[in-house]
Nanobody
């Protein structure tokens, strides 16, 4: 089993950038497809981005495509989310998650391990 800890959240202004990190420990990080999800108050948790174990393939939600970049460093067991051109509607708690299955997916039910989340607040 893998343990995940997010960091890097904070309060920024619209148009600013922020980089989230997710440090993994436990079972081999490079055996997991990894994803970022977010949840705003009153909303369901939604998919943001995902990356294959090798880093060769990525998926993005339409709302963040072109602004956010997911990446990973398997040597450091760390997942990243670079967020540029932030908007107030990006405000949410951001979670990293690990998917042990072979398919790279947007479906949160396939992600079996979750971090505790990090708050991102974007002011207008």
């Amino acid at each position: 089993q893998v343990q995940l800890v997010e960091s890097g959240g904070g309060l920024v202004q619209a148009g600013d950038s922020l980089k989230l990190s997710c440090a993994a420990s436990g079972r081999a990080f490079d055996s997991y497809q990894m994803g970022w999800f977010r949840q705003a108050p009153g909303n369901e948790r939604e998919f943001v981005a995902a990356i294959r174990w090798s880093g060769s393939d990525t998926l993005y939600a339409e709302s963040v495509k072109g602004r956010f970049t997911i990446s990973r460093d398997n040597a450091k067991s760390t997942l990243y989310l670079q967020m540029n051109s932030l908007k107030p509607e990006d405000t949410a708690v951001y979670y990293c998650a690990a998917n042990p299955f072979l398919t790279l997916t947007t479906e949160k039910d396939r992600y079996l391990h979750w971090g505790q989340g990090t708050q991102v607040t974007v002011s207008s």
